[in-house]
Nanobody, 125 residues
Framework: QVQLVESGGGLVQAGDSLRLSCAAS????????MGWFRQAPGKEREFLAH???????????YYAESVKGRFTISKDNAKKMVYLQMNSLSPEDTAVYYC???????????????WGQGTQVTVSS
């Protein structure tokens, strides 16, 4: 079984930055792609970024166009942690943010096998 636990959400003002963390435990993650998604009220779950688990900790990520240049995904292999650095936040970024793990990768939430419980991010104007 795989467990993912997000943290770092909260209430911030427009223009602020926030870093989300995802702690992974359970089975080995050497072959997993780790992703971040978000879901705003009344909207579908939206892909944000993913990064492969294997390789050096500074491996590059893949981003949705909507967050490219503002959000950065990173990982720490030794600590089994995945991070999402979010800059220049706006009220449109308000959502529940989820960490997820996939054996195949991709941008569809259906390709992700394990999910965290989510962490709320609220951006005030």
């Amino acid at each position: 079984q795989v467990q993912l636990v997000e943290s770092g959400g909260g209430l911030v003002q427009a223009g602020d930055s926030l870093r989300l963390s995802c702690a992974a435990s359970g089975r080995t993650f050497s072959e997993y792609v780790m992703g971040w998604f978000r879901q705003a009220p009344g909207k579908e779950r939206e892909f944000l970024a993913h990064i492969t688990w294997s390789g050096w900790s500074g491996g590059s990520g893949y981003y949705a166009e909507s967050v490219k240049g503002r959000f950065t995904i990173s990982k720490d292999n030794a600590k089994k942690m995945v991070y999402l650095q979010m800059n220049s936040l706006s009220p449109e970024d308000t959502a529940v943010y989820y960490c997820a793990a996939s054996s195949t990768g991709g941008t569809s939430s259906r390709r992700y096998d394990y999910w965290g419980q989510g962490t709320q991010v609220t951006v005030s104007s």
